[in-house]
């Protein structure tokens, strides 16, 4: 198990945006790809995004056209940036692949006015 460290959460009004960074160490030279969850207070944990090994990219259909996930392989780094934030997005957001045994804490974001 590897903890990855999350970071770029915070408060921020409805329609902002915000830049959340996951930092795995060695991910992409093992070949994996990286997830994020969501989990606001009292939910489940519901996914997010993800991104694989060869660049494709996928999206829950709530964040659709608003979030965007991309990496760095040079620093071993997903991003998330997430534009057009609403209330509904406020959660404990986390990066993870446990296949290839990558988890983290999560960072909080909170979307009010």
């Known amino acids: 198990q590897v903890q990855v460290v999350e970071s770029g959460g915070g408060l921020v009004q409805p329609g902002g945006s915000l830049r959340l960074s996951c930092t795995a160490p060695?991910?992409?030279?093992?070949?994996?790809?990286m997830n994020w969850y969501r989990q606001a207070a009292g939910k489940q944990r519901e996914w997010v995004s993800s991104i694989r090994i060869d660049g494709i990219t996928t999206y829950a259909d709530s964040v659709k056209g608003r979030f965007t996930i991309s990496k760095d392989k040079a620093k071993d780094t997903v991003y998330l940036q997430m534009n057009s934030l609403k209330p509904e997005d406020t959660a404990m957001y986390s990066c993870n692949n446990p296949l290839c045994g990558y988890w983290g804490q999560g960072t909080q974001v909170t979307v009010s006015s």
């Open positions: 060695g991910f992409t030279s093992n070949s994996c790809g």
